[in-house]
């Protein structure tokens, strides 16, 4: 069964700062792998999506990697900004229908 | 924009009424739509998978009896909280796949249940 991890699980960091987040998945056979961000109360907003076959996607100040044989992604975030805070959950699809393994996130919130 | 779309945002029942949530797909054809539950401070949890014109497949340990799923349509699923009780009370989200290759998984704004 496939487990996903999140750490750390929280991170405060201040303006402007560049962070990483880390996931890790116990199963490699994977299709894809997508971060979401999740803002208090609200649904999932999808970020980045990598599949299997690539190594990284960037958008804006966001780059994700993806290390499938090891089972780990990392999400960087750079500049950080008060905006960003949020939660932010890195999810694995293994490809059956794309029904999606969560992990349990990680909470990031940057001060002003 | 929003490519999933759910409603109620939010909904109040009282304890033993039923409950309907609906999830579309606005420009595409979903034949396979995720419902997730997410407690506070807990990640999302699949509940089950909503096939158009066959029956849902539950996870273990989610009720079929309690959560009917109905996907009558390629544009729309609902999920009908039976006989709700307190602890029903969370944050149910679905979601649907993008066909076409990417698998990519777009979700609903999500519907917070609380049951009195």
């Known amino acids: 069964k496939q487990e996903v991890t999140q750490i750390p699980a929280a991170l405060s960091v201040p303006e402007g700062e560049n962070l990483v987040l880390n996931c890790s998945f116990t199963?490699?056979?994977?299709?894809?792998l997508q971060w979401f961000r999740q803002d208090p109360g609200k649904g999932l907003t999808s970020l980045l999506l990598i599949q299997s076959s690539q190594r990284e996607q960037t958008s804006g100040r966001l780059n994700a990697s993806l290390d499938k044989s090891s089972g780990r992604s990392t999400l960087y975030i750079a500049a950080s900004q008060p905006g960003d805070s949020a939660t932010y959950l890195c999810?694995?699809?293994?490809?059956?229908?794309?029904?999606?393994?969560f992990g349990e996130g990680t909470q990031l919130t940057v001060n002003p | 924009g929003a490519v999933v779309s759910q409603h109620p945002s939010r909904v109040i029942c009282k304890s033993g009424t039923s409950v309907k949530i609906e999830c579309r797909s606005l420009d595409f054809q979903a034949t396979t739509m995720f419902w997730y539950r997410q407690f506070p401070k807990q990640s999302l949890m699949l509940m089950a998978t909503s096939n158009e014109g066959s029956k849902a497949t539950y996870e273990q340990g989610v009720e079929k009896d309690k959560f009917l799923i109905n996907h009558a349509s390629l544009t729309l699923s609902t999920l009908t909280v039976t006989s709700a009780h307190p602890e029903d009370s969370s944050f149910y989200i679905c979601?649907?796949?993008?066909?076409?290759?990417?698998?990519?998984?777009?979700f609903g704004q999500g519907t917070r249940l609380t049951v009195v």
């Open positions: 999810a694995v699809n293994e490809g059956s229908g794309s029904r999606l393994t």
């Open positions: 199963d490699s056979a994977i299709y894809n």
């Open positions: 979601s649907a796949p993008r066909t076409g290759g990417s698998l990519e998984a777009f």
